[in-house]
């Protein structure tokens, strides 16, 4: 990240007293005389801390712009737009650092032969720098911030852990003294990675299978870029919809539409793939489902081979949850639930359960996490007993998996925890971020935080 040129900073004046010859309004002045003077003080109290307001917001007039790939995708820097020719989805491709063979593989169907010869890079994402808030407080985990290394260089980095906290990665998740960090459904949509898009289908490929399957006998049917299936009264088991992942790799001896468990791949560092992906067990789904009729909506995940299903009767207006044949919650619903057509979003994230409807939370449950049973299932499944349903929009997604400095699959933990005034910050972009798990000493005083780090909102985006 690098400021531009240096300008000037002003400010607005202040009020001031009312010069020789000038007169403040006599005490019995008309009240439309007070009213205007009432109004021109205002007008000049706005003006002044406006102009106070914005001397604390770095990149407006000098632009301050990122300079690495450790923020991707949220934040980029020179990059290729690259539009899938195989299924038309747009991804962003590091432009330092490109496919060897100059040739971006698509993350959302595989498709292997986006040529990137020729194409013009865009340039670097801009950002602001707003120092106000943390003049009053400290900065919290999970913001993303901007700080000033020892040597020097400005950064941008997500805080990771606090002051006093000894940080730790395991199996992608972080941990601060021992304890799972466990996100909401909030902070997790804000580093969530897409992994497929349904709507984006492969067009010139033939002979590709879907990767929504219904059973042998399943009533499911696609619908466009979505799916159906008609209310039936005398349904009896479940009949499920479940996903089956791509590779998404490129490689030729890997065949393309093989069921493969999701993984840390992304379309980004196409020029850095030198290292062994890890299994990612924090996957979710979101649709927009329509429901009819009456039964009951089951939604399933699986977390190393262990079943977490999730089952609401919307007459009933009841939820349950459970993790195997432990029973992890029960409880009442509103009426109304699927009046209309809802946004659902359902999966698992830092050993929790989450479903919300229109983004109110109706479930965030922890479950305890099993070893691994080496079997491979569906990651996840919508299904339904008697209801009709129609999905659309229908997206898969993970959690962000985090890498020791090493970059592979073993525990890491900090050398020692941070001080009183410490903060350790990350990328989200942990394959190819230089951040707290390699910086010496790992914490950053909280003097070195210069502010919070936004992307405006007049921006244009790829």
């Known amino acids: 990240m690098h400021p531009g040129e240096a300008t000037t900073r002003t400010f607005a004046p202040l009020l001031e007293r009312p010069a020789d010859g000038e007169k403040s309004p006599p005490r019995g002045a008309p009240p439309l005389v007070r009213l205007r003077w009432v109004i021109a003080a205002i007008i000049v109290g706005l003006a002044a801390f406006s102009a106070l307001r914005l001397w604390f917001v770095e990149g407006l007039l000098r632009p301050a712009t990122i300079d690495g790939p450790s923020m991707a995708p949220l934040l980029l820097p020179a990059h290729f737009a690259v539009t899938c020719g195989d299924c038309g989805f747009r991804f962003a491709c590091d432009a330092e650092h490109p496919p060897p063979a100059g040739q971006a593989v698509c993350p959302n169907c595989g498709y292997a032969g986006n040529d990137l010869a020729g194409a013009k890079a865009r340039p670097e994402d801009r950002v602001l720098i707003d120092r106000w808030q943390l003049i009053w407080r400290s900065a919290g ?23 006093g ?13 021992e304890k799972l960090i466990r996100k909401t459904p909030a902070e997790w949509r804000l580093v969530r990675v897409l992994v497929h898009d349904n709507d984006y289908q492969p067009r010139t490929s033939a002979g590709l299978p879907p990767r ?5 006998d399943s009533r499911w049917r696609a619908d466009g870029a979505g799916f159906v299936i008609a209310e039936n009264q005398a349904a009896g ?3 499920w919809l ?21 993984c840390d791949l992304d379309g980004f ?15 979710q789904l979101t649709c927009r489902l ?8 089951a939604l399933a995940a699986v977390d190393r081979g262990r079943r977490l299903v999730v089952q609401i009767d919307p007459a009933g207006r009841r939820l349950t949850a459970v993790a195997g044949e432990v029973q992890l919650a029960a ?31 109706l479930l965030c449950v922890p479950y305890d996490r099993f070893a691994s049973s080496g079997t491979f299932q569906s990651p996840l499944e919508i299904g339904t007993r008697g209801l009709g349903l129609e999905l659309t929009q229908l997206k898969v997604w993970r959690d962000i998996h985090y890498l020791p400095p090493s970059g592979l699959a073993e525990p890491w933990q900090a050398a020692s925890a941070l001080g009183s005034s410490q903060f350790a910050l990350l990328g989200d972009n942990p394959p190819v971020s230089i951040d707290s798990r390699q910086w010496q000493p790992a914490g950053v005083p909280a003097r070195s935080i210069l502010g919070r780090v936004y992307r405006p909102f007049w921006a244009s985006g790829d």
Request: hydrophobic share 35%; net charge negative.
């Open 290 to 297: 329509k429901v009819g009729g009456e039964g009951s909506l």
């Open 237 to 239: 088991d479940i009949d």
């Open 212 to 216: 929504w399957t219904g059973g042998r």
């Open 165 to 177: 906290e000894r940080l730790a990665i395991r199996e992608g998740d972080l941990h601060a003294n």
């Open 269 to 283: 560092n196409q020029g850095q793939t030198n290292r062994q992906l890890q299994p990612v067990h924090d996957v």
């Open 331 to 361: 409880r009442d619903l509103a009426s109304d639930l699927f009046r209309y057509p809802v946004e659902l979003e359902f999966g698992l994230c830092d050993q929790q359960v989450l479903l919300t409807i229109d983004r109110r939370t």
């Open 242 to 262: 479940a996903y089956q992942h791509w590779p998404g790799t490129g490689n030729p001896l890997v065949p393309r539409a093989e069921p493969t468990p999701i």
């Open 141 to 163: 985990r999970g913001e993303i911030v901007a700080a000033r290394l020892p040597a020097g260089e400005l950064v941008v980095k997500r805080v990771a852990a606090l002051p």
